[in-house]
């Protein structure tokens, strides 16, 4: 991860374009390390950052400074942070009804669920959590998984980013409120990717035609939900009252997953680098298993 790391400090010291992915994974290794040389580069780029986000188009690229802004906040006094924040929420809850795309949409239901402990409009996590139902009621079908598109949910569906993106949205709505359906509903939505989209010999997922062929970051993407799953089956509290899958062992595929991208992970660009780091670092903070 120090390699990653360092190859964030450099394009932040070449003054290169650095995005918020790259900046959450330098802002964990930061915390993970309290080395001073990453809170040297790190206290410039995010001052950067705060500038580069009135510049985001998309819900997905709002929804990643949102989630690092919320992550730096709770390090840091630095009200310019909260005030970001403090925009970035309304531009989100505007896409829950512009957004169509149920991947993306659920990145930014997840986003406004995330940002809770920092920034809690009281109407938030409930606005938040009915807008992810409401989603789910219109995209999924038992055993056939989510649609892509909410306009079209006939036309699309099965698409990994839909199922992992909404399954990480379904795991935060459950640390929030404890509700047992949505933890069991994000294992079943990777339990169906796994089924229609993974690939032994790889051992990894295939990107569907429509996502492109270079799943890399995907990869990375499913690796950190199944680290998320992986957590929850080890809470004996959980076992007990959910049903959960038989056989599944989600830190097994996760670390799969980690060691078929580890020698490519570094000859790629920056953003991809990143991705690798952050779900690194998300399976280094798993408990062994037993």
Not at 31 to 42: E, G, I, N, V, W
Not at 143 to 161: C, E, I, V
């Amino acid at each position: 991860m120090q390699r990653i790391a360092d190859r964030v400090v450099d394009a932040i010291v070449r003054d290169d374009a650095v995005n918020a992915d790259a900046l959450t994974f330098l802002l964990r290794h930061y915390r993970a390390t309290d080395a001073a040389p990453l809170r040297d580069a790190l206290e410039p780029a995010l001052a950067r950052g705060l500038e580069l986000r009135k510049t985001a188009v998309t819900c997905r690229d709002r929804a990643a400074w949102l989630g690092l802004f919320t992550e730096a906040a709770a390090m840091s006094a630095d009200e310019r942070l909260r005030e970001a924040i403090a925009d970035l929420v309304p531009a989100l809850r505007r896409e829950w009804t512009g957004c169509r795309i149920v991947g993306d949409l659920a990145m930014a239901i997840n986003a406004c669920l995330n940002v809770i402990a920092v920034f809690d409009p009281r109407d938030l996590a409930p606005k938040a959590i009915d807008e992810l139902e409401h989603m789910i009621a219109a995209a999924y079908r038992p055993g056939d998984g989510l649609a892509h598109d909410l306009d079209s949910p006939d036309r699309l569906r099965g698409q990994l980013t839909d199922q992992l993106r909404t399954a990480s949205a379904l795991l935060t709505a459950y640390v929030l409120t404890w509700r047992l359906p949505y933890g069991m509903l994000a294992e079943e939505l990777v339990q169906f990717a796994r089924r229609t989209l993974w690939d032994e010999e790889q051992a990894a997922f295939r990107a569907t035609s429509a996502e492109g062929a270079d799943g890399f970051a995907l990869n990375c993407e499913a690796a950190r939900v199944l680290c998320r799953l992986a957590a929850l089956h080890h809470d004996d509290d959980y076992r007990h009252v959910a049903v959960v899958a038989v056989g599944a062992d989600y830190r097994a595929d996760a670390e799969r997953i980690l060691a078929a991208q580890a020698a490519t992970a570094h000859d790629r660009n920056l953003t991809d680098a990143a991705a690798y780091g952050l779900a690194l670092a998300e399976f280094a903070n798993l408990q062994a298993p037993e």
